[in-house]
């Protein structure tokens, strides 16, 4: 039999009985608990927390989500972290947006694909409007497939949402959307979530970064830096594997008259490299990434070596089923900070 232990989490005076097999922050979501994730595997860092008292043990990760500096002054994140004795954590609240999860119903209100592989959807919801900040996420659940998450690509307000979503072979819901979705088909939206949101305080440079439908976060990110006249130099680089490959390039084409001073760069094949490596003056940057983890990784490891201070590097890396279902590795020991 399993052994288990009791995890307090700070932040809702709550307690869970968590197997050690089990992550903490899965223990959290069968609760129903809004603990904050992003990829679930480690490596976006959306679930970072501090271990208050205990131990755990940290299945493996990237150093992006949780350095070795981190790990030193007691922070784990929840995602990987499975407990070894009774512990207390508080996940870290100044990422967090502030809007209250919701389970609503919406309808397929339209349906277009603008490349073979990619399809955007409008969902009109049954009731009030999602609040959310520009970035997140939300999960949708089609009939008969499984629920999965997809950002946002519209800017916060707006009455109907759109989500990009890409077919992944053999992918159930994205293959489902593909090909068996119809215009009037209901949908269950849960959300928001996601911490990679538009920090709209800060007055550096921003650089945003996406591949593929990693451009639906980053436009909604950036038609909200428009309607908030941010005046900071902007730029965008959007990967893709060719120009066909390339789509709402009209919509990027009219953020120019919005934002004072907006470069894009759509950048294919191998190209981003030498781009990133071009840039300078980023110690003061926020940088913006989404996109598959190859891209993240990569994009926000080549910043950093420029001087972007990794605390002001936020990602949202897209893991498809199979990504995550291949993550759980044995992990190392954790021990509490003092």
Known sequence: MTESYSVHIANLAADLTVAADTTILKAAQAAGH???YGCQVGRCG???SRLLAGEVELLPHTPFALTAADRERGFVLACRAQPRSDCSIAWLGSDAAGHPLREVSGQVVSLQRPTPDISILQIALESEPLAFTAGQYAELSFAGCPPRNYSMANEPGEPLLEFHIRHVEGGATSSHVASGLRQGDGVLLRGPM???HLRARRTGPIVAVAG????APILSILHSAARLQLQQPIRLYNAARS???LYRENAIAELAGGLPDFVYQPVLGDGLGAHLEALDGLQNATAYVAGSPGLVDFAVAA?????LDPAHAYADAFFTASDQAGADLPGVSLPASS
């Open 303 to 307: 910043m950093t070596s420029r001087g």
């Open 212 to 215: 593929g439908t990693g451009l």
């Open 46 to 48: 959306a679930c970072k």
């Open 243 to 245: 120009v066909e490959s």
């Open 34 to 36: 809004p603990y904050p």
């Open 194 to 196: 996601g911490t990679a």
